[in-house]
């Protein structure tokens, strides 16, 4: 089972723009479906942005119209594209992949997580 790196968090303030990327440490076949989760201080961990592996996508109503869950087949990366971000999108963000191994397993995998502060 690989790792599932994420980058790109930080600290920014209201109405900046961050991108995260979630990217497996290992070789792997194929990225199937695709989500990013987030969980702040005291909540539970909510869907953000999902995309299935035939295109279909799904986002909180609190995100819609600003952040844009994408992927790179050619670097098996997929990112989340924030922008206009509010106080309130302050969390720690998990990607979660279904990932395809070169010898036809299908697993569920997570990210170590990455913190995003929107703050001035």
């Known amino acids: 089972q690989v790792q599932l790196v994420e980058s790109g968090g930080g600290l920014v303030q209201p109405g900046g723009s961050l991108r995260l990327s979630c990217a497996p440490s290992?070789?792997?076949?194929?990225?199937?479906?695709m989500a990013w989760y987030r969980q702040a201080p005291g909540k539970q961990r909510e869907l953000v942005a999902a995309?299935?592996?035939?295109?279909?996508?799904n986002y909180a109503d609190s995100v819609k119209g600003r952040f844009t869950i994408s992927r790179d087949n050619a670097k098996n990366t997929v990112y989340l594209q924030m922008n206009s971000l509010k106080p309130e999108d302050t969390a720690v963000y998990y990607c979660k992949l279904r990932i395809r191994t070169i010898g036809g397993l299908s697993y569920d995998d997570w990210g170590q997580g990455t913190q995003v502060t929107v703050s001035s």
């Open positions: 995309k299935t592996s035939g295109g279909s996508t």
């Open positions: 290992g070789s792997i076949f194929s990225i199937n479906d």
